[in-house]
């Protein structure tokens, strides 16, 4: 197969750049590991940047981030027991959605198929070469068990924190950044109604909490644990326990409960592979970096590396200039750097680590009343949370 650009993962980074070419009349192709129905019911984060939103709206994906997914204005920073609202339109004009990660997924997939993308799912890409070359090449064996060799100008690496490209890259061209974290998420999904009309944050001596939601009657909700826990030997009544213990004060505040239907423990880490790029293959999104979720950065994260790619890609195309292609890298890393740390800023502060020495216990309650008792600090968590303008 021959095609200009080549894209190795089908999920929201990889079908965004797809869209994006072939809506510039540039010729591309997605290959993916995993089928159609697994991404689809594969549960991630939630809260879009409004440039996130504009990105699906604008090139005219379809609109139902604005019919259905719900704007959120602030978010409620809990500890010590006390709730403390953070107005993001007061404190810097901006506001984000709640739209979960899947259903980008779902538009995007379906949009590539109404314009007659081509995506392959189940495809298995078993080597990727001459990345230094003018046609950088790979291997795949489609769903049938058919195998192809595709020939292109430019590859991309979109296929997440496992990456087949990034390993592909030769050992002494790379840098790996690397911090692992002591504790997991708990993950659960319940049918219950919202406990709360923003989203909650919660620092407590048990460890964190967030208060997420999906609907009206289906809602996402975390807390702190260690990252080999077993979800088996948690029941209904002792999670719902562990949640409220996490956000109980003095105000009496509790939790709405409801029927859990899903739980997982989500570990993860801060990753930065350095550069994004070698030769011709260039890695978008998880490919390249990796975030710890508090915050919520991953998907937006991506999204802003795939407009930075695609207008480089696009610029190469009409004007032969590799000037924007070869400074992918360096113009992508600012931003993965900043949301590396506001995620981590976000997780240390609001986590407690097991074993924590007292005196950490105290600072983080000090950092945390830095932050809500100042505009100044509120405006510095605002402005990283709804997301710095695209560059
Ligand atoms: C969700 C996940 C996050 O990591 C976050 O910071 C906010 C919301 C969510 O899944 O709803």
Known sequence: ?????GIVGGGPAGLMLSHLLSHSGIENLVVEMRDHETIRNTHRAGILEAQAVKMLTDSGINGRVLTHGDEHSGIDLRFNGESHPLDFTDLVDATVTLYAQNEVF?????????????VRYGAEVT?????????????????????????????????????????AIPEDKRENYTVKYPFAWFGILAEAPKSSAELIYANSPHGFALISQRSESVQRMYFQCDPNEDTSSWDDDRIWAELQRRVDGPDGFELKRGRIFDKSVLPFRSFVREPLSHGRLYLVGDAGHTVPPTGAKGLNLAFADVKVLFEAIDS?????????????????????????????????MLHTPPNADPFQLKRAIGELETVVNSRYGQQYLAESYTGWPHS
């Open 127 to 167: 080597a990727v070469f001459d990345m230094e070359t003018d046609t950088p090449k790979f291997h795949f064996t489609d769903a049938q068990g058919q195998a192809f060799e595709v020939h292109c100008d430019i590859l991309v690496g979109a296929d997440g924190s496992r990456s087949f490209c990034r390993r």
């Open 1 to 5: 197969i021959k095609t200009r650009v």
């Open 106 to 118: 779902v538009d995007l997939a379906a949009a590539r198929e109404r314009d007659g993308g081509d």
């Open 316 to 348: 190469y195309y009409s004007t032969r200039g590799i000037a924007l292609l070869e400074g992918y890298s360096d113009t992508a890393l600012k931003r993965v750097w900043k949301a590396q740390n506001f995620s981590y800023w976000m997780t240390t």
